[in-house]
């Protein structure tokens, strides 16, 4: 039994391609009072965690289809809060390194002790809990409105303010713009921009992230021909200057 009341059910998602690892640790949450789910490579790993809403996930690093790097890359993109262990047989500096740069919150090498995995995950799951306060949903930094040049842009009520006139934003372009706010001067591939609005697809019409970009500057550019907020970048995507 989970001590701290407030852990119990708390969904856990075990991305573990090894069956018998994964069973194991499966088997040790669900006794302390844990909800489980095991994904078994990377692309079931970022659609379990879109559509199961785990408070924490439990990531190995190699891993078929996609590798834990890169599922960690395509969470952070979008969900700076969720709280992820990496445990895996990679013991190196150069890997703990990397996966603490790229927003890992914690990193445990196979072989483990029981023990010590599951007192890290209390202590991941109580800090994430006491950052959210009672019953946040909170999946990113940007708060109820996000400023840039003339426009404001309101989540709460999916409102675009600009000089010229208000209206109203449709869930995807709210999501969409979220990426652009929460990653200013980086570049995002249209499949970064596919992922967050459509969902992981791969081989979804990267036209339909151009066709968005279109309408984007029509909103918010003054001249649409040379944008200063929605950049391209060649070879790359896109880029948001605030
Ligand atoms: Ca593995």
């Known amino acids: 039994m989970v001590k701290e009341q407030n852990l119990q059910g708390k969904k856990i998602l075990i991305v573990e391609d090894e069956s018998h690892i994964a069973e194991g640790v499966a088997f040790n949450l669900k006794k302390e009072g844990f909800e489980v789910k095991i994904a078994v490579n990377g692309v079931e790993a970022l659609d379990f965690w879109k559509n199961y809403k785990p408070d924490l ?57 029981l023990d010590e995995f599951l007192a890290r995950v209390q202590r991941l799951l109580l800090r994430s809990s006491w950052n959210k306060g009672e019953d946040g949903e909170v999946e990113d930094n940007l708060g109820d409105s996000y ?35 929460m990653n200013p001067q980086k570049a995002l591939s249209r499949e970064d921009l596919l992922n967050a ?37 060649r070879g790359k995507g896109y880029m948001f200057y605030p």
């Open 57 to 113: 996930l439990i990531l190995d690093l190699m891993l078929p289809l996609l590798d834990g790097f890169g599922v960690l890359e395509q969470i952070r993109k979008v969900n700076q809060k969720i709280p992820i262990l990496i445990l895996s047989a990679r013991n190196q500096a150069a890997d703990k390194l990397r996966g603490f740069k790229e927003g890992v919150d914690d990193y445990l090498t196979k072989p483990f002790e």
């Open 147 to 181: 400023r840039f040049g003339p426009h404001v842009i309101n989540f709460k009520e999916h409102l675009a303010v600009t000089p010229t006139k208000t209206f109203q934003l449709t869930e995807q372009e709210i999501k969409l713009l979220k990426l652009f706010f």
């Open 197 to 233: 609005g459509w969902g992981y697809t791969g081989q979804m019409e990267t036209r339909t992230v151009d066709n968005f970009i279109v309408r984007l500057r029509k909103y918010f550019e003054e001249d649409n021909k040379k944008p200063r907020y929605f950049k391209s970048v």
